[in-house]
């Protein structure tokens, strides 16, 4: 039923295996490399269709210098902090509230309830498209932060009920009992025993919440229109101009924007895996 480990296998397959591995790798980080590598080169090499040969010159800092220079990157980059960042805290909240009353509670209709949570999730954005470009212009929150961090709440809150209530909801149902049994009501039993026991859960949905909306494109593009409230994922289109392509910058300017998703995984690295594995052994 599982996969033997390769430690098993012959030598021949141990070798094979590790001579493949690294192939394999390179193979997948070859986009990447690619992107790093147009991003240090100067715009001779791509107008003279250098693009994936060594670069005639190493212009590293300058590219990435130039960035903030021929940019409102910093402006960029502040907006997407102030989408991000309260985008997963109601996200979350929202989901281990509502995650904590369909895993506790009994009461008629509740599982239809979670399958609505989930059927949002199978619903396509492209669809949606025009509807929430309409509500967002009729309501006053077209091209405002306020209008992407409300959009994004409420597109990401399904996924993280969904998340949460499958997390709770193995949790030892002894513990809430006896709670109650005690007198402890209700908030304090949520507060105070069920999210210390889900909180690696819920590191683990801050960084999945995060890496989505900060690397969100559609949104962006389609709720907003001036400079002042993009993210730095659609602020990026700004350095190539009408009838110029900057490749180089924007190649730049990509790297820097995946730059903070990356680090808060590797930062919350051990929350994350214990969170993902939660309740897999009992």
């Known amino acids: 039923m599982f996969p033997a480990p390769i430690e098993s296998k012959s030598i021949a397959r141990q070798r094979l295996y590790k001579i493949m591995v690294p192939l394999v790798l390179f193979v997948w980080l070859l986009p990447l490399i690619a992107v790093f590598m147009t991003s240090i080169r100067p715009v001779s090499d791509i107008n003279s269709g250098n693009v994936f040969g060594w670069p005639s010159q190493f212009q590293m800092l300058e590219n990435y210098m ?3 220079q021929r940019s409102k990157a910093l402006l960029y980059f502040w907006n997407s902090i102030k989408i991000t960042v309260p985008t997963v ?6 989901a281990c509230l509502a995650g904590y009353a369909l895993s506790i509670y009994r009461f008629r209709g509740s599982l239809t309830l979670f399958f ?4 949002g999730n199978f619903v ?13 212009v009729s309501a006053g929150l077209y091209d405002t932060v306020l209008g992407l961090v409300l959009f994004h709440a409420a597109f990401q809150t399904g996924f993280c009920t969904l998340f949460m209530r499958n ?5 030892p149902f002894d513990l809430i009992e006896s709670a109650r049994i005690e007198g402890i ?13 889900v909180r690696p859960a ?10 989505f909306v900060w690397n969100d494109f559609f949104w962006a593009t389609v709720l907003t229109q001036g400079e002042a409230s993009k993210p730095i994922t659609a602020g990026v289109r700004a350095l190539n101009g009408q009838f110029v392509s900057q490749w180089h910058l924007v190649s730049a300017a990509s790297l820097l924007a995946a730059v903070p998703p990356v680090a808060l995984f590797f930062l919350m690295q051990r929350h994350f895996i214990s969170g993902l594995t939660l309740g897999a052994v009992k």
């Not at 609505?116 to 059927?119: E, G, K, P, R």
């Not at 819920?202 to 890496?211: E, G, I, N, P, R």
């Open 66 to 68: 130039a960035v903030f």
């Open 89 to 94: 805290i109601i996200s979350v909240s929202l």
């Open 124 to 136: 396509p954005f492209q669809i949606l498209m025009v509807p929430v470009r309409n509500l967002s």
């Open 167 to 171: 997390f709770i909801k193995a949790l």
């Open 116 to 119: 609505i949570f989930v059927a």
């Open 202 to 211: 819920v590191a683990a949905l801050s960084v999945l919440v995060f890496t």
């Open 185 to 197: 009501g209700e908030f304090k039993i949520f507060w105070h025993i069920v999210l210390p026991l």
